[in-house]
């Protein structure tokens, strides 16, 4: 059983800064691949961002490159996902993600999911 919890969301203004962590407690995390999506009212969870726990590779939404940074810290079991320039269009709750596959960017790519985190950004 692996168990994720996102923190960090909160309500900004456009151009602000916001970083979302990602705790992962359980089991093992070394060896899989952490994303973030995000879910805005009305439309479906759209991939955002991942990072391979092996290696550190990751991955971007076009949405998103230039703006956002996912790292980790592997002794804390943490991702984190530093958003710049935020955009009102961003505004959704993000979740985080786990998934057995390097690289993964599709939901049913993902097994294990945290309950989210609201970042809402005024213009």
């Known amino acids: 059983q692996v168990q994720l919890v996102e923190s960090g969301g909160g309500l900004v203004q456009a151009g602000d800064s916001l970083r979302l962590s990602c705790a992962a407690s359980g089991r093992t995390f070394s060896s899989y691949t952490t994303g973030w999506f995000r879910q805005a009212p009305g439309k479906e969870r759209e991939f955002v961002a991942t990072?391979?726990?092996?290696?550190?590779?990751?991955r971007y939404a076009d949405s998103v490159k230039g703006r956002f940074t996912i790292s980790r810290d592997n002794v804390k079991k943490t991702v984190f996902l530093q958003m710049n320039s935020l955009k009102p269009e961003d505004t959704a709750v993000y979740y985080c993600a786990r998934s057995l596959k390097l690289g993964a960017t599709r939901r049913y790519e993902y097994d294990y999911w945290g309950q989210g985190t609201q970042v809402t950004v005024s213009s």
């Open positions: 990072i391979n726990w092996i290696g550190g590779s990751t």
